[in-house]
């Protein structure tokens, strides 16, 4: 039986071999299970909080193969005292030699004195269990571990600092307000009044749906912080897909993955741009030559489409635009008619339509060009494409940008339109965005369900007593986010998908 209260220790650095690797110990016992290995001038009882001391860590006399006391490595231990720790608890750091092999004999002297090795997360987990970090924090950690680009890094660091818990706080803070008082005033209508009630709550009602909206718009962006915008590239044979390909990947072309079981093989690929991160779609279709209908591209760049998050349109701007080309905008825009615009069951559903934005590349910008971007832009209209800025905005949004996969002429002006069509802009350090994830967005839809049937209640007149129930609704569903609404097995959950030793 897994106990809260054990001592627990794990590697908390990489595996393979290193100058030093730390292993890290947790909970009441810490500093006595370590001291009693721990020999040095001074006994680690005696270290105040955030001191360090040298010494060699032994097997005891009597465990092991030898009959005496055996010396395992060279260490410094650090011991931290609770509650001013990562976990709140007592945590002793002992930095050897960072040999796996090293490593692993340390651990089971460890767990010989009575310390028990740590799940995934466990550290992590006890820092939430201790109150010192909420869920959203905790899941921060991971984030800051796993980030792969400059902008996923910034903005995990961002909620590590509590951004999404304030927010989250606010707005729950709002909702409670509102369900106390219409208790209030139905237990004692002489001191609170209803009066008039219906158009207050219908104010809070809107402001918070809107705050929630834009929190669910932003787990898409932390879906393309986290995993990279999917970036599709299509164009006409000979506009320079390929090039514009190499162009991106530059120096960075070394992440290559292959998703079988598809008709064909996909190749995926990343490439970093203005700290952002791009997965190359279909990437094995821009390089087949053989196959003209395919790298026309009509039905490739449909199915891009669809999945991608980004387009990009290569065109030759030193010929004339041909009839593929146009057949290829056409092709893009086609869904654009047909899409609905947001409606309450969209709201239900996320985001439900594609509608990635394009970025009509003018490429070969370096020779005597024949296609303007004034052109394009006109093209761009016709096809009920909004330009990127544009306030009557269509659904999908374009943009035109001159380039040049042979000089790299125009590959930060792509960088700066990347940013800003997907992340407003630059981050900065001041401003706020947070990485939210799957759960986060199913439980701050399911609050903005449970707000859209008060604003319902509101609007048909019905006595203000049934608004509480759904605003208690939507307090416990934001509650999930935060880990103050406690469900089963979620916090076991989220802290499996870490790794050992954090
Ligand atoms: P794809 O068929 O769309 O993948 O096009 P490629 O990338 O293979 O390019 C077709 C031809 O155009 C090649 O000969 C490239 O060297 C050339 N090309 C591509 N981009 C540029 C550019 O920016 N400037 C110039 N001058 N030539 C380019």
Redesign the pocket.
């Known amino acids: 039986m897994i106990s809260e209260k054990d001592t627990i220790c794990a590697i908390a650095t990489g595996t393979g071999s290193a100058g030093i690797g730390i292993v890290r110990l947790s909970g009441p016992e810490a500093i006595g299970i370590a001291g009693k290995l721990f020999r040095g001038k001074r006994r680690l009882s005696e270290l105040k909080s955030y001191t360090a001391a040298y010494g060699h860590l032994v097997r005891p006399a009597g465990t092991g193969r030898e009959e005496n006391e055996e010396i395992l490595d060279e260490v410094i231990a650090l011991v931290m005292r609770a509650p001013h720790t990562y976990t709140t608890e007592d945590v002793v750091e002992l930095s050897c030699h960072g040999g796996p092999l090293v490593m692993r004999r340390v651990l089971d002297v460890l767990v010989c004195a009575g310390a028990r090795l740590a799940e995934p997360g466990e550290f992590t987990k006890r820092a939430y269990l201790g109150g010192r970090i909420d869920l959203t924090e905790a899941e921060a950690v991971m984030d800051v571990i796993a980030a792969e680009n400059e902008r996923a890094l910034t903005a995990s660091l961002q909620q590590l600092r509590g951004g999404l818990r304030d927010e989250v706080s606010d707005l729950r803070e709002k909702i409670l307000y509102e369900t106390a008082y219409i208790e209030s005033a139905l237990d004692d209508p002489e001191n609170y009044s209803l009066e008039d009630y219906a158009d207050r709550i219908g104010t809070v009602l809107a402001e918070s749906k809107k705050r929630i909206r834009s929190l669910i718009a932003g787990a898409e962006e932390g879906r393309m912080l986290r995993q990279g915008i999917r970036t599709a590239i299509v164009?006409?044979?000979?506009?320079?897909?390929?090039?514009?390909?190499?162009l991106l990947l530059g120096e960075e072309r070394a992440i290559v993955t292959e998703i079988a079981g598809t008709t064909r093989d996909i190749l995926e690929e990343k490439a970093i741009l203005g700290g952002v991160q791009l997965v190359l779609v279909d990437t094995a279709g821009?390089?087949e030559?053989s196959d003209t209908v395919e790298?026309i591209g009509v039905q490739r760049a449909k199915a891009a489409v669809e999945t991608a998050d980004l387009i990009l349109l290569?065109i030759?701007a030193?010929e004339p635009l041909s009839g593929e080309d146009k057949e290829l905008l056409r092709s893009i825009s086609e869904d654009t008619a047909s899409a609905e615009p947001g409606n309450a069951a969209d709201e239900k559903q996320g985001s439900g339509q594609n509608h990635a934005p394009i970025l009509v590349l003018l490429?070969?910008?370096?020779?005597d060009t024949v296609v303007s971007a004034k052109d394009l832009e006109q093209i761009l209209k016709e096809n009920g494409i909004g330009l990127f800025g544009d306030t009557d905005a269509s659904k999908r949004t374009g943009r035109v940008l001159e380039?040049?996969?042979?000089?790299g002429d125009g590959k930060d002006r792509l960088a700066e339109a990347v940013q800003e069509l997907f992340f407003s802009g630059k981050l900065t350090d001041s401003q706020e965005q947070y990485i939210l994830n799957a759960r986060h967005k199913e439980a701050l839809q399911d609050a903005l369900s449970a707000l859209s049937r008060v604003s319902d209640s509101v609007d048909a007149g019905v006595g203000e007593d049934f608004y509480t129930i759904d605003l208690l609704a939507a307090y416990e569903a934001l509650g999930r986010i935060t880990g103050e609404t406690l469900e089963d097995d979620l916090a076991d959950k989220i802290f499996k998908e870490f790794c050992m030793g954090k």
């Open positions: 164009g006409r044979p000979n506009a320079g897909k390929s090039s514009i390909l190499n821009i390089r030559t790298k290569v030759d030193a490429n070969k910008n370096d020779l380039i040049s996969a042979a000089t």
